[in-house]
């Protein structure tokens, strides 16, 4: 079998599949794909309305139906592209035996695997960040190689993004009548509690040490549903689970990446904040089609090839997407700076 022919590495790939992502797994679950080069997501009226009073001796009152609008947008293209050294499988591979105890051909499959890994976690490293900048602002700005910075702002309302009233810091802050307060504004915009509490480091270590949370947890622990909260070991990278309090689920967040801008190390979600949201806010991941023959022009969320330059003799392996992550509600997400 061809281990270079498109059905093989895409089996590959799929097999790969499956780095954890927080962000992306937690809050935009669900998978979309379209077969044009543009990705359409429906934002539906979320008004309340109540049923209108007639007398009964007269006709009905015909009530429209809610509507929506349709948006439309052309995602940026991703195709990593990869040179790979055929020398490498001629020479021994890092941890095995000296003199080496692999033929070169299973050097080389090996080879792909890693490198198709780091082209997959690279991809969902993006969409990660994506995902995190659409929690922090309602918005998400795209821009790359030859491809003009566009701004794409899903309309979430003004008011949840906020600076505490009073800093956490701050000896005299309330931060769980903060939280109570922020997940309000959600119910009455989008009839969604915010239960989800994702803290930075430092948030996590201001909200644990302040004394009206201590003072809470003291006062409740003796009643039969007590909160959970504890500090658990952060162990690396993306969401851990600290416990409960007063109904909300509190989680730390942190991980970084390589701006490619300006090759500046920067933290997915900004230091001193704090993220509400939801699983409920209905994110998706979209993916428009691959526009490349050989993948048959078809919606998928990746594709691979490879293909051989033959003078001098260069192997490419290239992965393809063309993703956007879209919350349906916006609105059940707020960001608020409390440090």
């Given amino acids: 079998m061809d281990m270079y022919s498109t059905d093989v590495m895409n089996a590959v790939v799929a097999s790969l599949l499956g780095d954890p992502q927080f962000l992306i797994d ?8 379209e077969t044009s080069e543009e990705i359409h997501f429906d934002v539906m009226d979320g008004k309340r309305r109540i049923a209108p009073f007639v007398s009964p001796l007269v006709e009905g009152q015909i009530v429209a139906d809610l509507g929506f609008k349709t948006y439309t947008f052309k995602p940026a293209y991703i195709k990593d592209k990869r040179v790979f050294d055929m020398n490498k499988p001629l020479k021994r591979s ?40 659409i929690l922090a602002t309602g918005k998400l700005t795209i ?42 504004t959600s119910l009455q915009s989008q009839g969604i509690m915010l239960n989800d509490v994702l ?9 644990r040490a ?13 009643l039969t549903a007590p909160p959970s909260l504890q500090a658990n070991q952060i162990l690396g990278e993306g969401g851990f689970y600290m416990g409960t309090i007063d109904n909300f689920n509190i989680w730390v967040y942190q991980a970084w990446y390589v701006d490619p801008a300006d090759a500046v190390e920067k933290p997915v979600l900004p230091a001193g904040s704090v993220i509400l949201t939801s699983p409920q806010m209905q994110g998706v991941r979209a993916f428009g089609a691959i526009r490349d023959e050989e993948a048959g022009l078809q919606a998928t969320p990746q594709f691979v090839k490879s293909w051989i330059e033959p003078d001098p003799s260069v192997r490419f392996i290239m992965l393809q997407s063309a993703p956007l992550l879209v919350p349906y509600r916006v609105n059940a997400a707020f960001k608020a700076k409390v440090l």
């Fill in 26 to 33: 937690r809050y935009f679950g669900i998978t979309q794909t």
């Fill in 94 to 133: 890092p941890g095995e035996p000296i003199g080496g105890n692999l033929s070169p051909e299973n050097r080389l499959r090996a080879l792909m695997a890693t490198s198709m890994r780091d082209q997959l976690t690279m991809l969902n490293r993006r969409m990660e960040v994506m995902a995190g900048e």
């Fill in 143 to 184: 821009s790359g190689d030859k491809y003009a910075t566009v701004i794409v702002d899903f309309g979430r309302a003004p008011g949840n993004t906020v600076t505490a009233a009073k800093l956490w810091s701050d000896p005299t802050s309330t931060p769980i009548a903060d939280l109570n307060a922020w997940s309000l």
């Fill in 199 to 207: 803290m930075s480091p430092d948030a996590w270590a201001t909200f």
């Fill in 210 to 222: 302040n004394e009206s949370v201590n003072d809470y947890l003291s006062r409740i622990r003796i």
